[in-house]
């Protein structure tokens, strides 16, 4: 990435951190009618939300600049507000899942329902914590409403707006289904195969963090279907590396590098694709009984640690990640010469996916 497209990579981000600010900001001063403590759900979530990484909004942004790079203003300006809410639509996704994890913490610090159920003057820490995760219940439902609402009154021509509507319903669909599976496999409910988890997080990670800002940002450009096509198998590749990667830092990684409660997945009983090859060698039955335990110490999830890394899942899960990232860069040459994409789209997604395969956050 050049020293320009840095500058502009920035300034995009701030573009969109503004917009952002101003939505809660309007948000918050309509929920005053309503009462005081609305008012406050919204000042909180806005604590909250903004001041993030903004990577969707940003790879949107960075992919429509290099897509139509002579764009004028008012579809530039356009392409920021689908972005932001799509951040939006991030941040409800968020809150939902932290409900259904029943996590109180995000990023070393509270989260909004940690922070609710804080400073609720609820009578019992029961009744604290069932406000404040109904809170995050209704914001997230609020957001989720909001995004969809963005899309719907983005400033541009109704076949594109309607091709947006139908690309955000297809992101909803899929993240709600994968994370519904998600869900279905830490219960038992369906077997934990490798094809299911894999299939899952395309679902909940891929879809609405990387083909939806991608196919977005090649309909706002005026790009060809074939060109929407490409990009959302590549944003599915994409996507699958980074929650393979996740995956990997929650067990292997630097818990005070990236933030996550250290083996959390481990205490949870996350079946990811981690776990999943674990269970077809023989070291999984040393591993099972202490996995998924609420009260794991950090001793003993060192060892599942270890043990996980002896067995080949590490590496297998590695691999993986590099199936996915080649698979990426051959569809981008395919398309590059095909002329779907511009070679600046091409380097600016390989830019995300170097970002990608060297984070520790």
């Known amino acids: 990435m050049t020293v320009t497209t840095t500058i502009l990579h920035e300034d995009m981000g701030t573009r969109v951190e503004e917009?952002?600010?101003?939505?809660f900001t309007v948000h918050t001063e309509s929920a005053e009618m309503y009462g005081a403590e609305f008012a406050s759900l919204w000042?909180?979530?806005a604590e909250h939300a903004l001041g993030g990484k903004l990577v969707r909004p940003r790879l949107l942004l960075d992919i429509h600049q290099a897509l139509a790079p002579h764009a004028a203003s008012g579809t530039t300006a356009a392409a920021v507000d689908v972005a932001t809410h799509i951040e939006l639509l991030h941040y409800a996704f968020l809150l939902h899942d932290d409900v259904i994890d029943g996590d109180l913490t995000r990023r070393r610090r509270p989260n909004l329902i940690g922070a609710l159920a804080?400073?609720?003057?609820?009578?019992?820490?029961e009744a604290s914590l069932h406000w404040a995760r109904s809170s995050a219940i209704l914001m997230g439902d609020l957001l989720l409403s909001a995004a969809v609402l963005g899309f719907a009154r983005a400033d541009i021509p109704h076949e594109a707006r309607v091709g947006l509507l139908d690309l955000i319903?297809?992101?909803?669909?899929?993240?709600v289904a994968g994370e519904h599976t998600d869900v279905a496999l830490s219960h038992g409910i369906v077997a934990p195969d490798l094809p299911t988890v894999l299939d899952m997080s395309v679902y909940k990670t891929a879809t609405y963090s990387f083909s939806l800002p991608l196919r977005a940002a090649a309909l706002l450009a005026g790009a060809p279907a074939t060109a929407?096509?490409?990009?959302?198998?590549?944003?599915r590749h994409l996507g699958l590396a980074y929650q393979l990667q996740d995956d990997l830092l929650c067990v292997f990684g630097d818990h005070r590098t990236h933030g996550k409660d250290a083996y959390s997945d481990?205490?949870?009983g996350k079946e990811t694709a981690i776990i999943a090859f674990a269970r077809s060698t023989s070291a999984w039955t040393d591993i099972e009984p202490a996995f998924g335990s609420a009260d794991l110490t950090l001793q003993a999830a060192t060892e599942i640690?270890?043990?996980l890394r002896d067995c080949g899942a590490e590496r297998f899960v590695a691999g993986l990640i590099d199936d996915q990232i080649q698979a990426m860069h051959a569809l981008l040459g395919d398309a590059e010469r095909s002329g779907d994409i511009t070679p600046d789209a091409a380097r600016s997604i390989l830019a995300a996916a170097a970002r990608l395969e060297g984070r520790q956050a």
């Open 43 to 45: 000042r909180a979530a």
């Open 305 to 307: 640690r270890d043990r």
């Open 266 to 268: 481990l205490r949870e």
């Open 19 to 23: 917009v952002l600010r101003r939505r």
């Open 228 to 235: 929407q096509a490409a990009l959302h198998t590549v944003g």
């Open 118 to 125: 804080a400073a609720s003057l609820g009578t019992t820490e």
């Open 169 to 175: 319903e297809q992101a909803i669909v899929e993240t």
